[in-house]
């Protein structure tokens, strides 16, 4: 007879989408806690006539910036990634930077803080008069990021090459979540994420939701769940699964 596994002392609740929780489950494991799985949405590689024409028209750019891994990989999907003579490429975290060298793009810069202001704080993203930036994303992403590279003077060519497609998680992973049987902290790496967990989860499970306290990616993250009803929210280093996993761990200590 095969024995089980000993139940988690306490749980990682994830809202990163659907299929994209495996490091940060090893993550948790490490520190001795489950993952229980909220996603409120998934992705799916924009592949289209037009993605693949505004996607040309980007990677013509003189640098190139990626705002997340998905970003990365859809773009592999939808053509060979290939580093022009000249181009700078630049990634908003370490996790995008390494989508892009397994996609063939040696050199990426990125920076030690994995959000917007981090990345526009990179030296080579200083000095845009007159240049051209491809800006390969999904809409409604990185909403701060267009502006204040216009604001430097550079021309923004956006490539939207994957979607956020709304899901709601399944009954099972709903109930674990209001039924929760040992403490919890809330992993949040996406505003968007947050506000559509808020605005599609049922009522039991959004006022469990509401108790636990909260590990964010940034601090602009924390301000963002505290404006949402949360009131024990601490940032962690960054967005990797190890960073977040690690803060959830010394807040539960």
Known sequence: MTARNPAPAWY??????????????????RHGAGLLALAPWKLETIDSAESRVALDRALAADRLMFTSPQAARSAATLCALRARAGQDWFAVGAGTAAALRRAGIPVVASPARMDSEGLLALTGLQQLQGSTIGLVTAPGGRGTLPPALAARGAEVIRANVYRRVPVLPPPRALAAVRDLDAPAVLAVSSGEALQLALQSLPAPVLERLLGLPV?????????LARASGFSDCRPARSA???DMAEA??????
Request: aromatic share 0%; charged share 20%; no cysteine.
């Open 248 to 253: 959830a761990a010394q807040l539960m200590a």
């Open 215 to 223: 590990v964010a990616a940034s601090e602009r993250l924390v301000q």
């Open 12 to 29: 990682v609740i994830s809202l990163r989408p659907r299929g994209g929780n495996a490091s940060l489950r090893r993550a948790a494991a």
């Open 240 to 242: 990797r699964p190890a």
